[in-house]
T-cell receptor, first 119, second 113 residues
Framework: AQKVTQAQTEISVVEKEDVTLDCVYE???????LFWYKQPPSGELVFLIR??????QNEISGRYSWNFQKSTSSFNFTITASQVVDSAVYFC????????????????FGKGTLLTVNP | SQTIHQWPATLVQPVGSPLSLECTVE??????LYWYRQAAGRGLQLLFY??????ISSEVPQNLSASRPQDRQFILSSKKLLLSDSGFYLC????????????FGEGSWLTVV
């Protein structure tokens, strides 16, 4: 069974600080996909990034960066120079590739980390 | 581009009343469709998913049911709501092949009183 652990329930930082959100996953599959979503107070889940298990390159997108390490089963998310608009709940998620046409895969979510960025 | 809509956005229903939440996807065909629930405490739980018209898989036994009468329409229903059905319900879609990103709708807040 797959599992995603986000050990940090809540994090509070002051604007312009860097912050890293941790994500540790468990899966028996060799092929899988990892995701991060942002949930602002409005409630909608916003997709941020998707990585597959064969691509361990770190990725940077503006102030966001992701560190994927298979050796430690971690997929951490760093926000550089945080801003008040970054305040949200952030979810890490995992899906396994299902071969039966591969069409019916599902996401397993962590419990989320509430990030509060104070001015 | 693809879009997903769900409604109503907010719903207050008495215990024992029926429920119908509707979700439609535009700009794609034969998507995988999902209903998730987020109760207090933030955890996201997959309730149902569908890979095609009339094909529904249930993840957990509960008081709810789902239907997919058309390719891009997904409906969450209940005949008699319980207090424990309160929560934030999210419809989502993904292109129908493995590993693809799931995109979520705006969500529906349900309060059962």
């Amino acid at each position: 069974a797959q599992k995603v652990t986000q050990a940090q329930t809540e994090i509070s930082v002051v604007e312009k600080e860097d912050v890293t959100l941790d994500c540790v996953y468990e899966t028996r599959d060799t092929t899988y996909y990892l995701f991060w979503y942002k949930q602002p107070p409005s409630g909608e889940l916003v997709f941020l990034i998707r990585r597959n298990s064969f691509d361990e390159q770190n990725e940077i997108s503006g102030r966001y960066s992701w560190n994927f390490q298979k050796s430690t089963s971690s997929f951490n998310f760093t926000i550089t120079a945080s801003q008040v608009v970054d305040s949200a709940v952030y979810f890490c998620a995992l899906s396994e590739a299902r071969d039966s046409g591969g069409s019916n895969y599902k996401l397993t979510f962590g419990k989320g980390t509430l990030l509060t960025v104070n001015p | 581009s693809q879009t997903i809509h769900q409604w109503p956005a907010t719903l207050v229903q008495p215990v024992g009343s029926p429920l119908s939440l509707e979700c439609t996807v535009e700009g794609t065909s034969n998507p995988n469709l999902y209903w998730y629930r987020q109760a207090a405490g933030r955890g996201l739980q997959l309730l149902f998913y569908s890979v095609g018209i009339g094909q529904i898989s249930s993840e957990v036994p509960q008081n709810l049911s789902a239907s997919r009468p058309q390719d891009r329409q997904f409906i969450l229903s209940s005949k008699k709501l319980l207090l424990s059905d309160s929560g934030f319900y999210l419809c989502a879609w993904a292109a129908g092949y493995s590993g693809n990103t799931i995109y979520f709708g705006e969500g529906s807040w349900l309060t059962v009183v």
